[in-house]
């Protein structure tokens, strides 16, 4: 209650091939999971506190999110994970966000018309799933 780490991510994207959106938030993610902070201890007697890079500890996520994105192309046809030439002939594209106990975080959706129930819940379903398929490569990984 006394001192706090302030964390700063700047994102700089190098090679654009589409959904940037979905990259970013895992790339954000997983590094924040690997993140190990300076054990910080607060005196006193001086008021400081003070930090110390033998001792580090990991930073603990409350919740861990990750983006999927599905563009809608010729108004019928789901495309996940859409490159830059099928973003560009795709009239929307919806961005849902689920974290590890599936509870939905965000949705975002660009372009087109208003999706009927039927056709979102269907990209929920398929936004879960992917969830899990990203969260296994990414644990893999490590």
């Not at 924040?32 to 201890?41: D, G, H, I, M, Q």
Request: net charge negative; glycine share 6%.
């Amino acid at each position: 209650g006394i001192a706090v780490w302030v964390l700063y991510i700047d994102l700089v994207c190098v090679n654009y091939d589409g959904n940037i959106y979905d990259a970013s938030v895992i790339g954000m993610i997983t590094a924040l999971t690997n993140v190990k902070l300076p054990e910080a201890t607060f005196e006193e007697s001086s008021g400081l506190v003070k930090a110390t890079e033998e001792l580090s500890v990991s930073l603990k996520l409350q919740r861990i999110p990750y983006s999927v994105t599905i563009a809608l192309f010729d108004g019928q046809y789901l495309l996940v994970d859409p490159t830059e030439v099928e973003e560009s002939i795709t009239s929307e594209q919806i961005s849902i966000v689920f974290d590890e106990a599936g509870q939905l975080c965000t949705i975002w959706k660009v372009g087109g018309l208003p999706s009927s129930p039927e056709h979102l819940k269907e990209c929920m379903n398929i936004a879960r799933e992917r969830y899990k398929q990203i969260s296994m490569i990414i644990n893999n990984s490590r």
